[in-house]
């Protein structure tokens, strides 16, 4: 049995910190979203050096950065510049990946 068969219940079995009831699990990914991602790109997504908060994109994709934000403070990472920086960096990814993909991640199948 692998663990992607375990029934729900199982003891050990990983459960998500967060309610998936509280966000837009759209499978789509509008076509705002989709260009909001490619003129942010890497450099802004990755939240470091070259940043802008204000950028205007930020709104067409906060559906999509709002759970990726919620997990990642949920994860035991050490609060140190090294520690936000993996997971921003690992939340950029998943976004161009969608942007790549045209689908939001929540419509991704178990390869993805």
């Known amino acids: 049995m692998t663990a992607a068969s375990l029934p729900e219940d199982t003891p050990g ?10 966000y837009d699990r759209s499978p789509a990914l509008a076509e705002a979203e989709q260009r909001a991602i490619r003129e942010l790109g890497l450099r802004n997504l990755r939240r470091q050096r070259y940043h802008d908060p204000d950028a205007p994109q930020w709104a067409d994709i906060g559906r999509l950065t709002r759970p990726l934000l919620d997990i990642n403070a949920s994860f035991d ?5 090294y520690g936000r920086r993996v ?26």
């Open 13 to 22: 079995r990983w459960h998500s910190p967060i309610d998936l009831r509280h």
């Open 77 to 81: 990472v050490p609060r140190t510049e």
């Open 87 to 112: 997971m921003n960096d690992a939340a950029a990814v998943v976004l161009l990946r969608c942007a790549d993909a045209g689908r939001a991640y929540w419509d991704w199948d178990g390869k993805e």
